[in-house]
């Protein structure tokens, strides 16, 4: 069972950065891809950016692309996205998730464990 703990979130201006981090625990990180999705009020929880096992290959939101970044620490059993340049869109609830499948797979429901999540607000 692997258990993921967020953290970095809260209430930023529009313009500014935040860094999420992800902590993994119970399991062989460096053996799942891992991902940040994320879910604003009334909304369905969307894709944000996805990282391969071995930090190499990563993907994101067209959304999101060339504001965020997301990075991993397999030593650390960690996962940062950092997000620059954040707008008021970005208000959402973020949560990491871990897959065990190959590839780079873009759907909630491939992934197996999920963290509680973690505030993210920008005013405006």
């Not at 069972?1 to 979130?9: D, K, P």
């Given at each position: ?9 809260g209430l930023v201006q529009a313009g500014d950065s935040l860094r999420l981090s992800c902590a ?101």
């Open positions: 069972q692997v258990h993921l703990v967020e953290s970095g979130g993994a625990s119970g399991g062989t990180f460096s053996s799942f891809a891992m991902a940040w999705f994320r879910q604003a009020p009334g909304k369905e929880r969307e894709f944000v950016a996805i990282i391969k096992r071995n930090g190499g290959t990563t993907y994101y939101a067209d959304s999101v692309k060339g504001r965020f970044t997301i990075s991993r620490d397999n030593a650390k059993n960690t996962v940062y996205l950092q997000m620059n340049t954040l707008q008021f869109d970005d208000t959402a609830v973020y949560y990491c998730a871990a897959t065990g499948i190959l590839g780079t797979p873009r759907l909630a429901d491939y992934y197996d464990y999920w963290g509680q999540g973690t505030q993210v607000t920008v005013s405006s």
